[in-house]
C-alpha cells in the first residue's frame, strides 16, 4: 500500500482578477493562465534576452504584456 499525505489549509483566499491588481505590496495570490511566452534573443551578443511577450488570462480578461530588455 502507498504512503498518502492529506494536505489541509485554513485560509481561504478569493481569487484576484487582473482588473483588481493596485501597485504596491501586497499578500494576494493572483490566479492566470499563461496562455503564451516568447522569448526575443540575440545570438551573436552571447544569447542575450532582448525582450519578453507574454498573454495571460483570468475569468474576466486577457493582457498582453511586452517587456524591453535593453
Given at each position: 500500500m502507498?504512503?498518502?499525505t492529506a494536505v489541509t489549509t485554513t485560509q481561504i483566499h478569493s481569487?484576484?482578477?487582473?482588473s483588481k491588481v493596485s501597485s504596491g505590496p501586497g499578500d494576494s495570490?493572483?490566479?492566470f493562465k499563461l496562455i503564451y511566452l516568447w522569448k526575443a534573443?540575440?545570438?551573436?551578443?552571447?544569447?542575450?534576452i532582448l525582450g519578453l511577450?507574454?498573454?495571460?488570462?483570468?475569468?474576466?480578461?486577457c493582457v498582453?504584456?511586452?517587456?524591453?530588455?535593453?
Amino acid at each position: 500500500m502507498a504512503n498518502q499525505t492529506a494536505v489541509t489549509t485554513t485560509q481561504i483566499h478569493s481569487p484576484l482578477f487582473f482588473s483588481k491588481v493596485s501597485s504596491g505590496p501586497g499578500d494576494s495570490q493572483l490566479l492566470f493562465k499563461l496562455i503564451y511566452l516568447w522569448k526575443a534573443r540575440n545570438n551573436s551578443k552571447g544569447d542575450i534576452i532582448l525582450g519578453l511577450e507574454m498573454l495571460m488570462i483570468d475569468e474576466e480578461v486577457c493582457v498582453h504584456i511586452s517587456i524591453l530588455c535593453f
